[in-house]
């Protein structure tokens, strides 16, 4: 599928998770974008955006780590197609839920999910598309008595990890 052939509306969770698989099996659209960086952070190259939908390519190493956040009012879909990231989900009053996402998979999510991903392993790459395009973005701090607050940030703000008194003064 070519970015024009995009449909001019919102993707739903489903369309999001069938185009990343779909450019995950096309690197000649995105391999030129991976890099390394090294003074080291996470890489991340945007790859499409118009009024319906939003691509990136991210880069990571085992320290990146973007925070626990929201995609405000977008849904996303992220196939993983290099090594492997781990995403966290936040769960009040329990453990919260790990899961391991290795080269070749995916998920897609709603505007209502609430996650913090990692590069597990050195070397990893993912392919990410929302829609809406992103603009806002949720980002939350944890404390250890379990009190979660919520700050909002650009799209353009890269994510990481918030401590109390950032949250607070946002």
């Known amino acids: 599928m070519s970015y024009e052939a995009l449909p001019a509306r919102a993707l739903d969770r489903r369309e999001l998770r069938d185009l990343v698989n779909e450019l995950a099996a096309d690197p ?8 390394f960086p090294e003074e080291g952070g996470r890489h ?35 196939r993983v197609v290099a090594g492997t990231l781990l995403e966290c989900n936040p769960r009040i009053g329990g453990e919260h839920v790990q899961t391991v996402v290795s080269e070749g998979e995916s998920f897609s999510f709603g505007p209502d999910h609430i996650h913090r991903l990692t590069g597990a392993v050195d070397g990893s790459v993912s392919i990410h598309a929302y829609s809406p395009p992103l603009w806002r973005l949720g980002q939350y701090s944890i404390s250890d008595s379990g009190v979660m607050r919520r700050a909002s940030v650009s799209y353009a703000d890269e994510l990481r990890p918030m401590d109390e008194a950032e949250v607070a003064v946002a």
């Open 44 to 78: 991340y190259a945007s790859l499409y955006r118009d009024a319906y939908v939003d691509i990136w390519l991210l880069c990571w190493r085992p320290e990146d780590d973007t925070g626990w956040h929201d995609h405000d009012i977008s849904s996303g879909a992220v």
């Open 28 to 35: 000649s659209r995105w391999e030129d974008q991976v890099d």
